[in-house]
């Protein structure tokens, strides 16, 4: 299995922004499609956003739409989660999955199925 670390995950007032970033260990990004993923204390791990291999497709929940944006530099190894307008209820543990079938080349969906490469995570806390 191959290593991701998230990074950028810190305590934040609502209406503020951060931004989240994935890279690899020991492997160059560009050959996967990239997904985040959040977990908030007692519920399920939520799939939030994505993007394709080629970078040309991405993918949002609704609960974020419009609010985070995902991109990617292949040139520097890194996937990043622009996050703006947070909530409250954007709490949670981010993580970032990696993922390289064929259908992922153009397109990505936002399930955890699609990636067998997982980090560990990073905190992020919307709080005043």
């Known amino acids: 299995q191959l290593q991701l670390v998230e990074s950028g995950g810190d305590l934040v007032q609502p209406e503020g922004s951060l931004r989240l970033s994935c890279t690899p260990s020991?492997?160059?990004?560009?050959?996967?499609?990239i997904a985040w993923f959040r977990q908030a204390p007692g519920k399920g791990r939520e799939g939030i956003s994505c993007?394709?291999?080629?970078?040309?497709?991405?993918k949002y929940a609704d609960s974020v739409k419009g609010r985070f944006t995902i991109s990617r530099d292949n040139a520097k190894n890194v996937v990043h989660l622009q996050m703006r307008s947070l909530k409250p209820e954007d709490t949670a543990t981010y993580y970032c999955?990696?993922?390289?079938?064929?259908?992922?080349?153009?397109?990505?969906?936002?399930?955890?199925?699609?990636?067998?490469?997982w980090g560990q995570g990073t905190q992020v806390t919307v709080s005043s």
């Open positions: 993007i394709s291999r080629r970078g040309t497709g991405t």
């Open positions: 999955a990696a993922g390289n079938g064929p259908l992922l080349y153009y397109n990505c969906p936002i399930d955890r199925n699609a990636y067998p490469n």
């Open positions: 020991g492997f160059t990004l560009n050959e996967y499609a």
